[in-house]
């Protein structure tokens, strides 16, 4: 009995991050460097270039001191940063993912804009030099930037270069159309070199979208969401539809095989089973790395009667937010932090090491120059994609409240059209349905 | 039989003596459940920057909505079959080893309790890799006898697998029950029944069985207790209540809605749902086990 009073409290009490503050401690120490907390969510060997990042940062000056600290996933970051807010205990800079962008931008004096907090530092700071597409995405209606890109990636194709040549098809020329997936496919899967064609990781990301900004469709009114809280979502409209019912009927004929939502889907190019995937090309070091055949990668392909395609890919991956509530001294070492992330050797070296795009032209150049994409062909694509042509209203990025929740919306409306429980039109009604309520209610939160 | 009633001195004494008890339930259980009462009659803001009163309107808003039932039914299916399941399988098992000579039977109750030991988010990753559609061992001899198993897109293959890796698990606890509960049948009834000229099957059906009834009732509300809440972390780690929500249950959305969704209004609506229908199952379960067990 008491056991399970102590079950049902214990359940209560992880419903109630809000209250249980972190136990962070933040002292000003008046003597030693001034501590600046960065929460990330990079594991693993991303997590260790961030500590030499701050390593770095550190040493290149002794009025601050930098420390990153790994809160878990991307949600465990988000959750934990809310919670310490609420608190009082909040760090001076999070990571938030790119679905958590609506959310953070409606946090009024939560947080600092960056543009701002340059202005008020007086950090030196030109928002001309970032990748328009990549900043279009953290930028208010006025163009002024609202967080700082840190790991921004872009879906492309990868496909397995033996498979092709054993289905006697062209390693070097991967499909560009959709029509040429179809029938690389049948290909692929007759040769008996791989069991299906293709597979998609980030199916929403990947099929709705990335995929609409990609044929300059918008997924919904008032510019994909950029221009007020009031918009709609219009996924439902026929070519999405007439997407995703192909994508069904391929499922059905063998030729795509679901994976699975955010990067699961990875195992199955990895192992061999097939032919082509769909991912963000911060996947490009962990394919090197688990693929055991040579691999090459395309632009996402398109169907080549709609109007306006291809236009550009729009970008997925985090950026930082300056938290509210800490002292002008303390926002000073954030702003020279935040221009130092920015210097070209700094973030062409992420950019390098880990496939996330590089934030900058110069950064870019740099790569260029120092021969980076010669020496690693493929790696360049993302980048070639995603500045193709300029961004449209629809392909400048999306903007919706609630998005974490409207994301696991699409996903579930996919997985019922590609397991042939809905028709395709009936499952994105739905999912517009159900997107345009969760949208409602941020709207009633937020005003 | 009376009982002696023993009287402290110290008037203060008891009190203090409950004390740390009284203090961990208020901390751990009102204090957070009634925060989670109040939070639901509320519209907020993740930041805690605008809170609004709505009266029962998160109420309105999850019971009107045609997938917080599909949650309940999910939820419902899932603690059947794993109650049922995971009961059958300890009851099996504690009778074969029960029927073993002991020198060979200690062995064999050292295997079946071990997973017992599994935490449930390691029992995920262990059935994960069984069942991956990919590299998973078991999914490899499926797809030898043609079986199109993909659970990643099948919900009711999810389901299942769910069900099944969640009882796997709770298997080990009835089994130690059940055999404590065969151990205490005096070998005497046994004995006389066998003597009477029953078989195996029929000392198992009549006297056995009805021996046994405390046990089971007992077990049958731990195990939907268990099935309902402790089926996280077994969830969490092999579906992440994909897909389309298919292995998604009350606690698992509780967690996506509040966590993920950052709807904290929502979130404590539906623990307080949880809550209610805590308290009444711990109720019934009260009111018949009294007498029943001893």
Known sequence: MRKRLLLAGALMLCLLPLFAGGSQEQVSAQDGPIEIFWWHAMGGKLGEKVDAIAAGFNSSQAVYKLIPVNKGSYAETMTAGIAAFRSGTQPHIMQVFEVGTGSMMAAGKAIVPVYELMKRTGQAFNSADYLSTVTGYYTDPKGNMLSMPFNSSTPILYYNKEAFKAAGLDPERPPKTWAEVEAYSKKLVASGAVKAGFTTAWPSWLMIENFSAWHDTPIGTKSNGFEGKDAEFTINNPLVVRHHENLAQWQKEGLFRYGGRQGNADALFSSGEVGMIFNSSAGYAGAKASCDFEFGTGMLPYYDDVKGAPRNSIIGGASLWVMGGHSEGEYKGVAQFLAYLSSPEVQADWHQFTGYLPITYAAYDLSKKQGFYQKNPGTETALLQMTLNAPTANSKGLRFGNFVQIRDVFNSAQESIFSGEKSAQEGLDEAVRQGNALLRKFEADNT | MVSKQIVFKQKLLPYLLILPEAVIILVFFFWPASQAVLQSFFREDPWGLSKQFVGIANYLTLFSDEGYLKVILTTLYLSSVVTVFSLLGGLVFAWLVFSLPKKHGSMYQTLVI?????????????????????????????????????????????????????????????????????????????????????????????????????????LLTMNLLYSVFDTFGTIHQLTQGGPNHATETLVYKVFSDGFLGLDLGGSSAQSVVIMTAVIIITVIQFKFTQRKVV
Do not use: H
Request: glycine letters at 6%.
């Open chain 2, 114 to 218: 071990w997973p017992y030991a599994v935490a449930p988010a390691t029992a995920g990753v262990v059935w994960l890799f069984l069942f991956n559609p990919r590299v998973g061992i078991a999914a490899l001899v499926l797809e030898y006898f043609n079986v199109d198993w993909n659970y990643v897109l099948n919900g009711s293959q999810a389901l299942l697998l769910v069900s099944l890796a969640a009882s796997w698990k709770r298997i080990s606890y009835n089994f130690l029950f059940f055999l404590a509960g065969f151990m205490s049948i005096p070998r005497s009834l046994v004995e006389s029944a066998v003597v009477d000229g029953a078989g195996r099957l029929m000392v198992f059906r009549k006297v056995i069985l009805p021996l046994l009834n405390p046990v089971i009732t007992f």
